[in-house]
């Protein structure tokens, strides 16, 4: 473990738990020490439901007030019954009389209340010195020893098995089951975690150990109601089975911070200005006596590390392992991003979409959306007849769809247009109507085609805008 502390000691620095000390302290819901400082007042009538249920009352009350009830009640039973084997002996004149042969009392040697008591000691415990004695002649002696020993053995079942459960009880086995006295947050898996230990000092092993975390924090709903000390379940692993703990050395539980956590929006600068509480329950069957046992601890706000690590407690000894618990509760600084993952998220988002490459098609279709809707109206325009020979273009050779121009892309239209109508004539059945039709398209295609071309050579040759240049040399030769 040295050299495991000089390893971490170069890189990092080591971290105490003084500055968990030195932080302000406020008020908890629960205590380090696992009890729950909550009081119940103002009962009112609701008192005498803690008497319907008085074995269990009698079994949460703290030790030096059963101690009590244990001593008031054996004294108060044995000084009634004396007390009524004294009376017996009163009324019947047995304490006036010598006891001899020719008298025959209802309890032979009871003479004062104090033969009385010891008396009901001897029948009570079955001691029987034989001095003391009932006589057959007392029948109301008879009864009174009858329910002397049913009470007697009421009494005994009811106040030794109650000390028996209290002594029983697992409670002081929480005291060797450890939880770490701060929490971290840091990366583990590239994935922004928060973290706590856990330990088992004795050698027992708890059966079906497992682990539960709740985020206790007010809030305030969207309809105005405000929830004080609301309580928030944190995934420790539910879904996975790491929650079910095979709890031999130290464990580090881990919870991780992502868009269902409620810490999602938690950085290191939010954390400071936080007031929440994450209270941990550790719970398993005690393997020696097979009962629950539950071990609690919580976390403040100010008891949570950013940016630290717990410090490795083992180590392989020859032919062991071994668990060095003076290094359970420290921890080291290690690198960790000061953004909650929701900053994360969204930087990357960010940074993710300025370096994806954009479509040329979409990019075409965002700069000339136009031009795109103009043909296609203007192709939806053309009659029946036109609309006819402008499909048969898909069908054309190759080399017949390249004697168009490229100039433009009305240019190209156009041309295709024209080309397409001097390859595939109209035949000499059509009407008139679809004839002059195709004069005023071809007229126009013309006009066009010029116009384009024009704009063309203005653009090239400023110069050369004048109506008087001949439009046809720029064509190619097959045009």
Not at 60 to 88: C, E, H, P, Q
Not at 179 to 186: D, G, H, K, N, T
Not at 256 to 277: A, G, H, K
Not at 430 to 446: G, H, V
Request: hydrophobic residues 35%; aromatic residues 10%.
């Amino acid at each position: 473990m040295s050299a495991v502390r000089r390893k971490f000691g170069d890189e990092y620095q080591a971290v105490g738990l003084a500055r968990c000390s030195a932080r302000r302290e406020r008020q908890r819901f629960v205590d380090k020490n696992g009890r729950c400082n909550v009081q119940h007042g103002n009962l009112g009538g609701e008192s005498s439901r803690y008497l319907s249920d008085f074995f269990t009352t009698l079994v949460d009350l703290k030790w030096r007030w059963n101690l009590l009830i244990f001593l008031l009640t054996y004294t108060v039973a044995w000084l009634v019954m004396a007390s009524m084997w004294w009376g017996i002996a009163y009324l019947r004149g047995d304490l006036h009389q010598a006891h001899g042969d020719t008298y025959s009392p209802c309890v032979a040697n009871v003479y004062n209340f104090p033969s009385a008591f010891l008396f009901f000691i001897e029948t009570e415990a079955t001691i029987g010195y034989g001095h003391r004695y009932i006589t057959e002649r007392c029948p109301e002696g008879i009864v009174l020893f009858l329910f002397q020993s049913l009470l007697g053995s009421v009494v005994d079942a009811f106040l030794i098995g109650c000390m028996f459960i209290k002594m029983s009880q697992p409670k002081k086995r929480a005291e060797t089951l450890m939880l770490s006295r701060a929490a971290v947050i840091s990366q583990r898996d590239a994935k922004l975690c928060l973290m706590f230990r856990v330990g088992n000092l004795r050698n027992s092993h708890m059966v079906s150990a497992q682990i539960r975390c709740k985020l206790i924090k007010s809030r305030q709903t969207p309809e105005g109601e405000f929830l004080p000390l609301d309580q928030c379940e944190l995934d420790v692993g539910f879904g996975t089975g790491a929650d079910q703990l095979f709890l031999v050395s130290p464990l580090t539980i881990c919870h991780e911070i992502n868009s269902e956590s409620p810490f999602f929006c938690l950085s290191q600068r939010s954390l400071r200005s936080e007031q929440f509480e994450i209270v941990v329950i550790l719970e398993g069957i005690v393997e020696t006596t097979g009962m629950t046992c539950q071990a609690r601890t919580s976390y403040t706000e100010d008891e949570v590390l950013w940016g630290h690590r717990f410090l490795p407690v083992m180590s392989l000894e020859d032919g062991f392992f071994r668990v060095d618990y003076s290094q359970f509760h420290a921890t080291f600084e290690v690198p960790t991003p000061p953004y909650s993952v929701k900053e994360q998220e969204e930087n990357l988002a960010q940074s993710s979409l300025l370096n994806s490459p954009i479509d040329k098609k979409t990019r075409r279709e965002q700069v000339c959306p136009l031009d795109s809707a103009d043909t296609t109206g203007e192709k939806n325009k053309l009659p029946a007849k036109l609309q006819k020979i402008s499909s048969r273009k898909e069908g054309l050779p190759p080399r017949a769809l390249r004697m168009s121009s490229s100039n433009t892309e009305k240019t190209f239209s156009t041309g295709d247009l024209l080309k397409i109508q001097e390859i595939s004539p109209i035949s000499d059945g059509e009407d008139s109507d679809n004839r002059m039709q195709l004069e005023a398209l071809k007229i126009n295609a013309k006009a066009l085609t010029q116009s384009s071309s024009q704009l063309e050579l203005q653009k090239d040759f400023p110069g050369l805008g004048s109506p008087e240049v001949k439009l046809e040399d720029n064509f190619p030769a097959k045009l």
